[in-house]
């Protein structure tokens, strides 16, 4: 019982010294971000029934940067955010479809993505406000890709637009009047990302869809 008031004692001190945030108000601020990214459904042109398959050098994990910034209209917000994430790796394995040899190819691929979200602040009495949220919008991918066989050649550089949507949520906490701290989940569809012609007899364009699960931690400002 003890428990349960020191935990009902912290909550009401907090709620008394969080300040208020003013309504209908335009914001802006940094983030930096720490992605899981998957890769799956992979696949290649000239289309064969050959297998591809593909993995990671660094499972997925990769870092990165960006702004966000919209107007508050209250409970409700429409968000514009901006991300660049640096480097990660997509490997691919395949099979020669003139020779029958499995060969392998690498890509170090950065992504940016730009998107308007929708958001929503959860109804209830708290230090910290969460909210939920939807968006959509593109992302560009840049490639530099080698095809590893005895030894390694360079495929060139690529890059391509795609399709993005997500999906957020997360927690504000208002560090003085106009400061938020702020914790945001998403779950991010990155679109696909395809390499070069390779130096192959039938010259392969290698695919996969791109997810990402991100954590972004950063801070607003509001004027």
Not at 41 to 69: E, F, I, K, Q
Request: hydrophobic residues 40%; charged residues 15%; proline residues 4%.
């Amino acid at each position: 019982m003890r428990t349960h008031y020191g935990w009902l004692g912290l909550g009401l001190f907090l709620a008394a010294t969080s300040p208020a945030l003013a309504e209908n108000h335009f914001y802006l601020g940094p983030y930096a971000l720490i992605g899981f990214t998957n890769q799956n459904d992979y696949s290649r042109t000239p289309v064969t029934a050959l297998p591809v398959d593909g993995d990671t050098d660094t499972m997925g994990v990769n870092g990165g940067a960006g702004l966000w910034g919209g107007y508050d209209f209250g409970a409700w917000s429409l968000e514009l955010s901006g991300t660049y994430r640096a480097r990660h790796d997509a490997n691919f394995a395949f099979t020669d479809i003139t020779s029958g040899l499995g060969l392998a190819a690498k890509s170090n691929v950065q992504t940016a993505d730009l998107l308007v979200s929708t958001l929503y602040d959860l109804p209830v009495d708290w230090a910290v406000i969460p909210y939920i949220g939807a968006g959509a919008g593109v992302a560009l991918h840049h490639l530099e890709t080698e095809l590893l066989t005895a030894t390694t050649t360079d495929a060139g550089k690529n890059s391509d637009w795609q399709f993005a949507w997500q999906l957020q949520g997360g927690l504000k906490y208002p560090l003085s009047e106009g400061t938020l701290l702020r914790v945001d989940y998403r779950y991010i569809d990155l679109g696909k990302i395809t390499t070069n012609a390779l130096p192959t007899a039938t010259n392969d364009r290698l695919s996969t869809d791109l997810t990402s699960h991100d954590l972004r931690i950063g801070m607003s400002w509001e004027f």
